[in-house]
């Protein structure tokens, strides 16, 4: 008797197991979409004109030597900001919104 018992224990302890290794895996696959659709909706923020230009308006500012209003200075300030452009490879409508 306590045989079929013990048996039977093992048997409910097996099932149970068994299942708990199949519930993750359901579990897993959901959150593996999740994270793609996150990753996803991340990579179309990235290459949104917004986030570009945020991008490389911050790089530029902080590189770009000041504009001033002496015509001699004025030309290395633009061939900086040429210098600056294709070092960063800022897209061509992106240009004149940064020289602002």
Same mark, same amino acid.
């Given at each position: 008797?306590?045989? +079929?018992?013990?048996? !039977? ?5 097996? +099932?149970?197991? !068994?299942?708990?290794? $199949? ?9 593996? &979409?999740?994270?793609?659709?996150? *990753?996803?909706?991340? *990579? ?6 917004? &986030?570009?230009?945020? @991008?490389?308006? *911050? $790089?530029?500012?902080? =590189? $770009?030597?000041?504009?001033?209003? *002496? $015509? ?10 040429? !210098? ?8 061509? =409508? @992106?240009? &004149?919104?940064?020289?602002?």
């Amino acid at each position: 008797m306590e045989r +079929q018992k013990r048996e !039977q224990r093992e048997e409910e302890e097996r +099932q149970c197991q !068994q299942f708990l290794e $199949a519930e993750p895996i359901p579990v897993m696959r959901e959150e593996l &979409a999740r994270m793609r659709e996150r *990753d996803k909706i991340e *990579d179309e923020r990235k290459d949104s004109p917004v &986030a570009k230009s945020k @991008l490389f308006g *911050d $790089a530029v500012r902080a =590189s $770009a030597i000041r504009m001033v209003f *002496d $015509a001699i200075e004025i030309v290395a300030f633009f061939k900086n900001c040429e !210098q600056l452009f294709g070092v960063y490879g800022v897209l061509d =409508s @992106l240009k &004149a919104i940064l020289i602002r």
